[in-house]
């Protein structure tokens, strides 16, 4: 019952990110905490999530993929820098850290994105602005990687920062998700214990898959 409910959760899940490029790690680390310890969720959402931040990389590229991933690396590197830093020091909150700390910290982060979600799309309220300079990217992807590394809801800071930069949603979509990316590894890494063998090396060769059949497309188009 419980592998069918991580079904469900994961399938909404992935719709969910497919359409917007976000909400995969926060809304199946919600939906799964319910039901298993937080340490053991963040670590099973990690390797899903990898293969969905890939995905939307691979996606709606306007140069090649790998020109994609150099100039978004080289554009957003600090927000990239920063949420991995941050993302270090979060899995190692989610390790020491009261369970119900982190619970708390999952609800606020949460019930903001949701609540400010409903609210702009009724137009009763607009997104926080901030300078987009790079003291604020450094600073946001820093605390978008703690709170990422120790929940998996790091959405709703990148996008404070994103949609003061920004109103180009695959460029949003684009740079959250290289972020969710790396922070996605490093949690990989350092919460490997924690994560089936059999399931890990099912990931990484459907990654590879997907790999291999988005340069076979891209090889096909050329000819």
Not at 66 to 81: M, N, P, R, S, W
Not at 108 to 135: E, F, W
């Amino acid at each position: 019952m419980q592998e069918i409910i991580q079904s469900i959760v994961f399938i909404a899940a992935a719709i969910l990110h497919g359409i917007t490029g976000m909400g995969f790690p926060m809304l199946g680390t919600t939906a799964l905490a319910f039901i298993m310890p937080l340490s053991k969720v963040v670590a099973l959402v990690a390797l899903p999530s990898l293969l969905m931040s890939l995905l939307v990389l691979c996606s709606n590229n306007k140069k090649g993929f790998y020109q994609e991933i150099v100039y978004y690396l080289k554009t957003y590197k600090l927000l990239a820098i920063g949420s991995v830093v941050g993302s270090i020091l979060g899995v190692k909150l989610l390790l020491i850290l009261p369970v119900s700390w982190l619970f708390l910290l999952m609800a606020i982060i949460t019930l903001y994105y949701s609540v400010n979600g409903i609210l702009n799309v009724c137009a009763k309220a607009k997104n926080i602005q901030v300078v987009a300079n790079n003291k604020n990217m450094v600073l946001f992807g820093f605390l978008a990687g703690i709170i990422g590394g120790s929940t998996n809801a790091m959405s709703p800071i990148l996008l404070i920062f994103l949609l003061s930069e920004t109103e180009d949603k695959n460029r949003i979509a684009k740079s959250s998700n290289l972020c969710y990316l790396l922070a996605k590894i490093v949690q990989i890494y350092m919460l490997k214990a924690k994560i089936s063998p059999n399931f890990f090396k099912m990931l990484i060769f459907i990654v590879l898959l997907v790999l291999a059949l988005k340069i076979g497309h891209s090889g096909l188009i050329k000819l």
